[in-house]
């Protein structure tokens, strides 16, 4: 059996356990943060389904170690960053694939001059995901109708409750709408369903792992779509400057970031949190010196409840 190391355990990673453990021998499960890199020497390949930010670094390490990845898409967050993985791999002589599920099922749209491209998804969720969470299966899908096609620009329509854009590759435009909050489940290209029941997770999984795919192709359409993915990104989250590396500016763009845009942080000290932060001016307390404000004294506690979810573990207790 074909010896696999899983690095995630969260819902996706749990979801990929229970199929590799019928044709595989899975011989460790780590998240992030654990120590997989000592027990790489028993696997052939190493799955990866942490949090996106840290699949680069992640699938970095094991290609250093020759060792063969799968990884969940988007591979990295930056067309640059994927390049790198991919000369790193083929110097390595190790594979390297990316999840490409939608290549596996049996569709069949045409593309015209209007193209319409709706994913509709019960339960909720956060639009700053949907570009590579969605839009990513959705371009590397539509790949063989506009690889020749020059990318031209952007149309936003609405970023608040739904994400709908508007894409041109030379003389075609593709309009994509996603909804997170919808009653139905709906994903379809211009009216074509491209959801089904059969289990074609398994069947990528065991095709790649027993390297009975086309790993140039993959490559191929990976870097493509990230390269596409940067370009929406950039303008439907546009680049912003935070000046001042305080608590609250290193927060305003770390928040930023986390919802897709490009952000630049200034500081005119030699490094963050050394003025108005290092001296404590903002106390972290509950509020219970303002007798006289009731407001405060509640905006104080939510104040402190709100710190904690973010920098709990900063927090030295007692």
């Known amino acids: 059996m074909i010896k696999v190391g899983l690095i995630g355990y969260g819902k996706w990673g749990k979801v990929l356990y229970k199929k590799l453990v019928n044709f595989c021998d899975v011989k460790f499960i780590c998240t992030s943060k654990d120590n997989y890199m000592s027990k790489l020497d028993d696997v052939d390949w190493v799955v990866v389904a942490t949090p996106d930010k840290t699949h680069y670094e992640i699938v970095k390490k094991c290609l250093w170690f020759g060792k063969n990845v799968f990884c969940e898409k988007p591979l990295t967050p930056t067309y640059e960053q994927s390049q790198k993985l991919y000369r790193l791999a083929e110097m390595r002589n190790v594979k390297l694939y990316v999840d490409d599920i939608q290549n596996y099922r049996k569709y069949n749209f045409q593309i015209t001059d209007d193209n319409k491209i709706v994913r509709k998804k019960s339960g909720g969720g956060v639009l700053k995901n949907v570009l590579n969470r969605l839009t990513y299966h959705d371009i590397y899908t539509l790949y063989p109708f506009i690889k020749d096609l020059e990318f031209k620009g952007v149309d936003i329509f609405q970023k608040k409750d739904k994400l709908f854009f508007n ?45 009975d795919v086309d790993f140039n192709y993959n490559e191929t359409i990976t870097l493509f779509t990230n390269k596409i993915i940067d370009d929406i990104k950039k303008r439907i989250f546009p680049k ?33 949190m050394k003025q108005a932060s290092n001296i404590n001016q903002y106390r972290l307390h509950r509020g219970y010196h303002y007798p006289r404000s009731k407001d405060t004294a509640v905006q104080s506690q939510w104040g402190e409840s709100s710190f904690i979810k973010e920098y709990g573990e900063a927090v030295v207790n007692g």
């Open 240 to 272: 912003v400057a935070v000046i001042g590396g305080g608590i609250f500016g290193c927060t305003t763009a770390w928040k930023l970031a986390e919802n897709g845009y490009e952000v630049d942080l200034f500081e005119k000290n030699d490094d963050i």
């Open 167 to 211: 894409v041109t590759f030379d003389n075609k435009y593709f309009e994509f709408l996603y909804d997170l909050n919808s009653d139905e489940m709906e994903h379809t290209i211009n009216g074509c369903t491209l959801a089904g029941d059969d289990d074609i997770l398994t069947e990528m999984l065991t095709k790649v792992l027993h390297e």
